[in-house]
C-alpha cells in the first residue's frame, strides 16, 4: 500500500545540532531509540507499505541557521519524493521574519513550524505573530500550528486570524493534543470551521492521557471530514511505542474499525494535495 508520510524527522547527529536532543533531551521512554541518525533508507525496508513521498519536518537541525537542514535534506532524501518544513520564529519582529523567510528560499520549502506548546503559546497573540501569518499566506508557504487545543484562548485567536484570510493553509500538528479530560470538543469545533485548517492525526505517544484512538479519529471526521486529516508517523518520536511498520499498522487497522473507505485519502491523497507532492 502506498503511503505519504506528512510528519517525520530525519537525523544525523554528527552533521546537526539538535541542542534538544543532545544536550538538553526531553524524559522520554526509549529515548536511546530516538537518539540516533535516522534516514531515509530506512523507510524503505518495511513490507506492507510503500513510502511513495514524504514531508520532513524541522527537527533543530541548526535554528541559528535554518537553510542548512534544507541543504543538508536536498543531498539525502532524494530519489524519494519530498518537501520540507524549515524553522522561522513565528512571532519576531515582522522585518526580521520576512529577512529570515527570503534566507530560507528553497525547492523544497512548503511550511514554516514554530512550536508553541504549553506556555510558548502566548506567542501566537503577539502582534508580529498575526503579520507574519499573513506574510506566510502570501508567499503561498502555510504554518504548521503546534499548540494544545484545549487552550481556548489560543484555539479563538488563531481562528480569528485565519477566519480573515479564507485562502490560508492553517495546518495543526498532532491533532492539536487531544486529551482525556481536557475541554477540546469546543476548539476543534471551531478550528475546523476555517475552510483551509487541516489537521494531523499523529503525536499521540507524546501525551500522557491519550483520548481513545478510535473515538478521536471518529471525532475530527465529524468536524473536518476524510478531505482534512492526515495520517502521520511522528518518526522517530513514535518509537516511545512503536516502530515505523507498527505505526502504519496501527492506523490501518484503526481506519478500517471507524471508516474503511477513507484509508486512501487519509495515508496518501490529501498529504499529496496539502503538500503540493508530484508522486
Not at 132 to 159: D, G, K, P, W
Request: hydrophobic share 40%; with cysteine; proline share 5%.
Amino acid at each position: 500500500m502506498k503511503i505519504i508520510d506528512p510528519h517525520l524527522h530525519f537525523f544525523d547527529l554528527d552533521e546537526g545540532n539538535y541542542e534538544w536532543l543532545k544536550h538538553n533531551p526531553p524524559a522520554w521512554p526509549h529515548l536511546d531509540l530516538i537518539q540516533q541518525n535516522h534516514l531515509p533508507a530506512a523507510l524503505q525496508n518495511i513490507a506492507l507499505f510503500k513510502v511513495a513521498a514524504c514531508v520532513h519536518v524541522e527537527a533543530g537541525f541548526d535554528n541559528n541557521h535554518p537553510l542548512r537542514e534544507l541543504e543538508w535534506l536536498a543531498n539525502i532524501v532524494p530519489p524519494l519524493p519530498y518537501k520540507a518544513v524549515a524553522y522561522a520564529q513565528i512571532d519576531s519582529p515582522h522585518e526580521q521574519f520576512r529577512n529570515a523567510l527570503h534566507k530560507l528560499q528553497h525547492p523544497s520549502l512548503v511550511a514554516i513550524r514554530d512550536i508553541t506548546e504549553g506556555d510558548d503559546a502566548q506567542r501566537l497573540q503577539c502582534e508580529h505573530t498575526r503579520q507574519n501569518l499573513c506574510y506566510l499566506a502570501e508567499q503561498n508557504i502555510h504554518f504548521e500550528a503546534q499548540f494544545e487545543v484545549h487552550n481556548t484562548v489560543i484555539s479563538r485567536h488563531m481562528y480569528d486570524i485565519y477566519r480573515e484570510q479564507p485562502a490560508a493553509t492553517l495546518v495543526i500538528n498532532h491533532a492539536g493534543f487531544m486529551t482525556e479530560g481536557r475541554d477540546w470538543q469546543e476548539s476543534i469545533k471551531l478550528l475546523s470551521q476555517i475552510k483551509n485548517c487541516v489537521i494531523k492525526f499523529s503525536g499521540h505517544e507524546l501525551l500522557d492521557a491519550p483520548i481513545a484512538p478510535q473515538h478521536q479519529l471518529s471525532a475530527l471526521l465529524t468536524y473536518f471530514g476524510s478531505e482534512r486529516i492526515m495520517l502521520a508517523s511522528n518518526h522517530p518520536v513514535c518509537l516511545i511505542k512503536h516502530d515505523y511498520e507498527t505505526q502504519w499498522q496501527h492506523y490501518y487497522e484503526l481506519v478500517q474499525q471507524v471508516d474503511s473507505k477513507v484509508w486512501h485519502q487519509l495515508s496518501f491523497e490529501n498529504a499529496k494535495r496539502v503538500y503540493k507532492l508530484a508522486v
